[in-house]
């Protein structure tokens, strides 16, 4: 897998409702289950009607969907760059995660007493990107002044170093996230040392009352305004309604959802918008043993996508026996599709598209 989201919000936002809503509710959902691997971190499979679609073809053995993990972070609070709540253990569980999902209280409940007082979209997302900011700043600072021992003890190609991290330190003053900039080179690889908060990419989650699950309301277009500022992408889920779903079987899941107007769970959008924040794509491996859905990033070559298969793939690709779902899906068939001079042999140079049924022929 290697990919994974972190969960992350204020208190009493509704961000472990959903949380744990996923843990139960994927469990219902026959070909997407969810794995428990830790109290807040959870394995959750990829709906993709494709998968079952090449199961139907191929009648395997056995279904694997791709996976993605999420991690349910502790409520973040005023203060936790400097310590305060869970502080520097918070932090540090967002500076392992790939992407953040920001779940935003967007609804009214006098029985759930909001942290900072009335339902204010801004305020809340403003408070957990200082929080962010803060820490980077102290990160940056810190390498910032080992950069300046080493150019005083005449390392003068340091010199380059210590403008960039300048710029990242004024910038993160200013209170400019840093996954709205783009980093080449040097610049990178720096970057990519410091393992800095706010230059991961963010998915806004606009938790909403049932009520207002369809037209969503004024909360959910603060944040749709602040995520388009930002270019990031904004999803609307109802916890409480993810939450009764959990606890419904398969047949009743369906019933609910047509009665309230939807046609899928909120989080099932929640998975695929973090698949597609982290630009990932699928292809799959299909045989009678065996289907199975796989995770790697676009541009992936072909001998890195039979690497997430196993190494020794890897190391003795040979070529790879493409074929398109599409061709698949439409025929009924992989022996239709190679008579119909339709799959493709491709070399190491090749570029897995999203969607490519592979067979890797390797040597020992």
């Known amino acids: 897998m290697g990919f994974n989201c972190?969960?992350?919000?204020?208190?009493n936002v509704g961000k472990s409702t959903i949380f744990n809503a996923l843990t139960s509710g994927g469990a219902n959902v026959a070909n997407y289950p969810f794995c428990t691997i830790?109290?807040?971190?959870?394995?959750v499979g990829v709906p993709d009607k494709r998968l079952d679609r090449l199961a139907e073809i191929y009648k395997p053995k056995l279904l694997t969907p791709t996976t993605l993990e999420f991690v349910d972070i502790a409520g973040l609070v005023k203060g936790a760059s400097a310590g305060e709540g869970l502080g520097n253990k918070f932090l540090s569980h967002i500076r392992e995660v790939d992407a953040i999902v920001h779940v935003v209280r967007c609804f009214e409940d006098p029985d759930v007493v909001h942290i900072y007082g009335p339902v204010d979209p801004q305020r809340d997302i403003d408070i957990v990107e200082t929080e962010l900011a803060l820490a980077d700043i102290e990160t940056v600072n810190k390498r910032l002044q080992r950069i300046e021992k080493q150019i005083r003890s005449g390392d003068k190609g340091a010199g380059h170093e210590k403008g960039f991290l300048t710029m990242l330190s004024d910038l993160l003053s200013k209170g400019?996230?840093?996954?709205?900039?783009?980093?080449f080179g040097e610049d990178l690889r720096v970057l990519n040392e410091l393992h800095l908060l706010t230059i991961?990419?963010?998915?806004?989650?606009?938790?909403?009352?049932?009520?207002?699950i369809m037209e969503g309301n004024q909360y959910v277009r603060q944040v749709e305004e602040i995520a388009a500022k930002e270019g990031a992408a904004v999803i609307t889920i109802c916890g409480k309604i993810e939450n009764e779903l959990s606890s419904m079987s398969l047949e009743e899941h369906?019933?609910?959802?047509?009665?309230?107007?939807?046609?899928?769970?909120?989080?099932?959008?929640l998975i695929r918008s973090g698949y597609s924040l982290l630009n990932l794509i699928t292809f799959f491996t299909a045989g009678e043993s065996e289907v199975r859905a796989w995770t790697v990033s676009a541009e992936t070559k072909a001998p890195q996508a039979a690497g997430k298969i196993h190494s020794d793939i890897e190391r003795g690709f040979i070529r790879a026996e493409v074929m398109s779902f599409?061709?698949?899906?439409?025929?009924?068939?992989s022996h239709v599709v190679k008579e119909k001079g339709l799959l493709r042999l491709e070399g190491k140079d090749y570029v897995i598209r999203e969607g490519d049924v592979v067979y890797f022929r390797f040597h020992v």
Request: charged letters at 20%.
């Open 176 to 183: 400019q996230p840093l996954r709205a900039m783009e980093f």
């Open 254 to 269: 369906q019933a609910f959802l047509a009665e309230m107007g939807l046609s899928e769970p909120g989080l099932f959008k």
């Open 326 to 333: 599409s061709d698949i899906d439409s025929l009924s068939s």
């Open 200 to 212: 991961k990419p963010v998915l806004y989650a606009a938790n909403v009352s049932e009520e207002e």
């Open 38 to 43: 830790d109290q807040n971190v959870g394995v």
């Open 6 to 11: 972190g969960i992350v919000g204020l208190p």
